[in-house]
């Protein structure tokens, strides 16, 4: 053939193609390889320096071909054998990097070079382990969070395909207290909490995907706090109340400190004490904060409003962090019983008693005399009186009109 003596394929095949001289024609060689048509699926744990496929082509000539590749980005992954065309990996390839190439073959006999881009897939296998998002969990709720309440969501994700690609979440090891969506990463409570009794829980959360035979896991915290609530009412302590007051005691004197607690442990809050009922005339003060009854003014028991004492209904209010009074409250009886003191000499009802009595009357002889001593005192302290009478006319003063006590 002309051609193949040619010091110049390019010239003679220009000269040939203008001559018409079809017969001496060379012809070029061509790829074989169906994957040009397709794509080229290579794994991506394909181990680096391992071939990948091997270039075929056919030149009807017969001439001798040579292979290469053409591209920077090809090159660096992909390398020719330039006779056999086997083709070799030169770099680790990640799908989840970059799934896919377009590589140029090109192949040679000599006098002309033919290239044909083919379509390189990335063949996925689970490589990754799921990745949890958004970390560190951590998450606060109120200790009467009701059971099947979701509180919180974990979200891992896995770039692989398929099952290699697909989260289960589980707890490990499992808790009593709280249970995961296996699907959705969802987390809720399924028993009753209680702050006074745990006040935070660290769960393991395992986040593993599904492949069959390699399924890759990955661990990651949660931290759940239990908050107190103000659940409970104050409480009275020391009870109960019941206090004896000297009447005339000075105003101001204490009679007694009442004291209510939060039942709340966790942040206990401050209590504020008022007298709701039966403090008469406000004869006593309750101071707000700490919680002393103090008598407030004369306390004098011959007073009939006072003289039975006090049956003082006192509050114990739970005071909010502003110091605004709460809806948590507590109430008691005070019973203030006033001891009397013999402040009050007995009295006569009258100054001055006068009966007529004749010069015949005999000792012993009863005079229609009637005279009352009221001791407004208590019998207890005072004298015993009233006395009530007629009166005996005794022995010292017979003979006189009038008798005079
Ligand atoms: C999980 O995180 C990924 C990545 O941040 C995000 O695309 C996805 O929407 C999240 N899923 C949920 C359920 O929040
Ligand atoms: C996570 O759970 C899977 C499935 O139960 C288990 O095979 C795997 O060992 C666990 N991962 C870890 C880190 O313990
Ligand atoms: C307290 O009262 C407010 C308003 O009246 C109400 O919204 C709230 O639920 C009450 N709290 C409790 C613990 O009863
Ligand atoms: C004193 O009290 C007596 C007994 O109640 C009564 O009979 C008498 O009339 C009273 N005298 C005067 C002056 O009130």
């Known amino acids: 053939m002309g ?4 010091t110049s394929c390019l010239a003679a095949c220009l000269f040939v193609l203008i001559s018409g001289c079809r017969g001496q024609v060379n012809r070029l060689p061509f790829f074989t390889n169906h994957f040009f048509d397709t794509y080229l699926l290579i794994s991506e744990d394909t181990p680096v320096g ?3 496929t091997q270039l075929l082509a056919r030149d009807m000539d017969n001439d001798p071909l040579v292979f290469g590749v053409s591209g920077e980005e090809a090159s660096r992954f992909f390398a020719v054998e330039p006779d056999t065309g086997v083709v070799w990996l030169r770099q680790p390839l990640d799908r989840e990097t970059k799934s896919e190439f377009t590589v140029e073959f090109s192949v040679s006999d000599h006098q002309g070079v033919i290239t044909r881009k083919v379509n390189i897939q990335v063949g996925d296998v689970n490589d990754n382990a799921p990745t949890f998002h958004n970390q560190p969990y951590s998450v606060r709720i109120p200790e009467n969070t009701p059971v099947g309440t979701p509180i ?3 979200n891992a994700t896995d770039p692989d395909l398929g099952a290699g690609g697909s989260v289960l979440y589980s707890f490990q090891p499992p808790s009593p207290f709280f249970a995961i969506d296996s699907a959705r990463g969802i987390v809720t409570v399924v028993r009753e909490l209680d702050y006074e009794t745990t006040q935070a829980y660290q769960l393991t959360v395992n986040a593993t995907d599904q492949d069959k035979t390699r399924p890759l896991s990955t661990l990651a915290n949660l931290a759940i706090i239990i908050t107190d609530v103000q659940d409970m009412d104050p409480v009275f302590i020391n009870l109960p109340y019941s206090t004896n007051i000297y009447e005339h005691s000075p105003p101001g004197t204490t009679v007694r400190v009442i004291t209510a607690i939060d039942q709340d442990k966790g942040r206990p809050r401050g209590i504020g004490y008022t007298i709701v009922s039966g403090n008469t005339n406000s004869i006593f003060a309750l ?9 407030n003014g004369l306390l004098d028991r011959e007073n009939p409003l006072y003289s039975h004492g006090f049956i003082l209904t006192v509050k114990g209010t739970e005071l909010n962090d502003d110091r605004t009074p709460s809806n948590a409250t507590v109430t008691t009886t005070f019973n203030i019983l006033v001891i009397d003191i013999n402040d009050n000499a ?3 009802n009258s100054s001055e008693y006068s009966v007529a009595i ?10 229609p005399l009637f005279i009352q001593v009221v001791d407004k005192d208590e019998v207890s302290s005072g004298n015993v009186w009233p006395v009530q009478t007629p009166a005996l006319l005794g022995p010292s003063n017979p003979g006189k009109d009038t008798s005079y006590l």
């Open 3 to 6: 051609c193949h003596a040619a």
């Open 50 to 52: 391992s071939s990948v």
């Open 152 to 154: 919180f969501i974990v």
């Open 287 to 295: 101071d707000y904060i700490s919680g002393a009854l103090t008598l």
């Open 346 to 348: 007995p009295e006569f």
């Open 358 to 367: 004749t010069e015949l009357a005999q000792v012993g002889f009863a005079l």
